[in-house]
Nanobody, 128 residues
Framework: QLQLAESGGGLVQPGGSLRLSCAAS????????VGWFRQAPGKEREGVSC????????DYADSVKGRFTISRDNAKDMVYLQMTNLKPEDTAVYYC?????????????????????WGQGTQVSVSS
């Protein structure tokens, strides 16, 4: 059974950093583009970042450009989201999602509807 599991969330002060991890089980991530999404209370889910299956292409929402970095280790079936200079508006539940792709160098994009498999999410809270 295809499963994704996020970890690494927590409470951090403004300006702090966190690294989120997304672990795949039941399948290999080699052929999947992956995205990170977040949902704050009362708001719609929004795309944060995405990475192609090869890891060679990435994309970011404008709100996180220069602060977040997505990466992946296909040998470990892991995808990461390094978050720096965190702001209170980054507070949300963060989800990773995967989409099967035949284009290893192309990202899937930041629209949640383009992804088939989702994790349960990890809470990130930024507060002083």
């Amino acid at each position: 059974q295809l499963q994704l599991a996020e970890s690494g969330g927590g409470l951090v002060q403004p300006g702090g950093s966190l690294r989120l991890s997304c672990a795949a089980s039941g399948f290999t991530l080699d052929y999947y583009a992956v995205g990170w999404f977040r949902q704050a209370p009362g708001k719609e889910r929004e795309g944060v970042s995405c990475i192609s299956s090869s890891g060679g292409s990435t994309d970011y929402a404008d709100s996180v450009k220069g602060r977040f970095t997505i990466s992946r280790d296909n040998a470990k079936d892991m995808v990461y989201l390094q978050m720096t200079n965190l702001k209170p508006e980054d507070t949300a539940v963060y989800y990773c999602a995967a989409a099967l792709t035949l284009q290893p160098g192309v990202v899937q994009g930041l629209f949640s509807g383009d992804y088939d498999h989702w994790g349960q999410g990890t809470q990130v809270s930024v507060s002083s």
